[in-house]
């Protein structure tokens, strides 16, 4: 297993990086660009999808009867590793495939295939590498740097790998072998601010602790103890195409 963690974004990153794709509006083909890319960088930071996934997708993958899915089926033939995976759509990502649906997709707009995610002029599929110049570009924009695609699969990643096991994980992100999950285990800029502010509030943290257990009065007689006490629970902008 690496020693190193992937490259991730921190969460006020990654609304920095969704901020600037959004704002790419204006015109109607500007603001048919920014809601797609707005939902294929989505797909990627919200669904863990690999860019060349995305650019596979079909309408029938993300919609059914005019409503987004409620789990995500990437297919075999969509993979690099040939390893069929689900993935629940969380609602951030449900409101964005509405919000394509309803401003890329008409009644009368007639089109030559069922792919999701095409150039604004043509019918032809986006390609990796113009996805890959298009979150560069946001990435350069709002952060003073370029960010790949794979780093938001990254950041969904470690993100998962925070509150759940590393085997839900790995059946999300479709890997073959647990050893590539794995490698999100290691702590993160987040993980390591946070355990940071943690130990300079070590009052904070303990807030809720157990007052000590006080000596009661033993009866002077055995009595039956009845039945057990219940307790509560705790608290369960340019290079657009």
Known sequence: MSSESPPTLETAECEKVLDVI?????TANK???????HCMALLMLEAGLRVGEVVSLRMSDLYFNSVPVRNIIIKPHMTKNKVEHSIPVSDRLSESLCSYLNTCFRWD???GSDIAFTNVH????????QVERIICAAGWMALGRPVHPHVLRHTFASRLMRVTNSSTVQQMLGHKYLSSTQVYCHPNEDDKRLAIESASH????????KPAKQDLPQPAEPV???PLPTYPLGPSRPGYW
């Open 202 to 209: 070590p009052s904070e943290t303990h807030q809720t602790a």
């Open 31 to 37: 603001t048919r660009k920014a809601v797609r890319n």
């Open 109 to 111: 707009d007639v089109r």
């Open 224 to 226: 039956h103890p009845g």
């Open 22 to 26: 959004r704002s790419k509006s204006g």
């Open 122 to 129: 043509t019918d032809r599929s986006i390609t990796t590498r």
